[in-house]
C-alpha cells in the first residue's frame, strides 16, 4: 500500500467517526450537532437574535433560523418577538431545551479540543499547515464550512 492510500484512509477514518458520532448523538438524544451547538450557544448567552448565535456558531444565518425553527417545534427554543422594536425575535431555550441539553452526550469536537490543547505549539502549527495543504489536494479550501464535525448537507440541517 502507498502512503497516500495511508492518507486516504484516515480522512476515510476521519469521516466515519464524525459520521458515527453524529448518528450516535441523534440517537441518545434527538438532536443533531449543529442543534445541540446552537442550543448550547443559547444557553451561554441567553436571549439572543438569531444573527448572534449565526456568528457566535459559525453558520449562516438562514442555516440558524431553519435550525431555531426545528427546535421551537420541539418544545426546546422559545422565539420571541422584542417589545422595542417588532423586526427584532429573539430566542431562548425552554425549560426542556435546559434540560435535553444537559442530558446530551459530548460532541466529537469537544474530545478533539481537550487533545488539542495538550499538544505543543509547533505540533498545532504543523497539523493545520498540514490540513491545509491536504484541503487545498482535494479542492476544498474553498467549501464553506464550521468547526462543528457533522458529515451530510452544509447548509441543510436535520429535524430533531
Not at 441518545?28 to 446552537?38: D, E, I, Y
Not at 426542556?96 to 481537550?114: K, N, W
Request: proline letters at 4%; hydrophobic letters at 40%.
Amino acid at each position: 500500500m502507498s502512503d497516500y492510500d495511508d492518507i486516504l484512509i484516515l480522512i476515510r477514518r476521519i469521516m466515519r467517526a464524525v459520521d458515527l458520532q453524529s448518528k450516535q448523538l441523534v440517537k441518545q438524544s434527538g438532536l443533531t450537532a449543529p442543534q445541540l451547538v446552537v442550543m448550547q450557544s443559547l444557553r451561554r448567552h441567553g436571549k439572543v437574535a438569531p444573527s448572534v448565535v449565526a456568528r457566535h456558531v459559525a453558520l449562516s444565518q438562514a442555516t440558524i433560523t431553519s435550525i431555531l425553527e426545528r427546535l421551537e417545534k420541539a418544545g426546546l427554543v422559545r422565539r420571541e418577538r422584542s417589545e422595542t422594536d417588532k423586526r427584532v425575535v429573539y430566542a431562548t431555550l425552554t425549560e426542556e431545551g435546559m434540560r435535553r441539553l444537559e442530558d446530551a452526550p459530548e460532541l466529537l469536537q469537544a474530545g478533539f479540543l481537550r487533545q488539542y490543547r495538550k499538544l505543543e505549539p509547533w505540533e498545532r502549527s504543523m497539523l493545520v499547515s498540514s490540513l491545509e495543504r491536504i484541503a487545498s489536494m482535494m479542492d476544498a479550501e474553498g467549501i464553506d464550512a464550521s468547526p462543528i464535525l457533522e458529515v451530510g448537507e452544509l447548509d441543510t440541517p436535520r429535524s430533531a
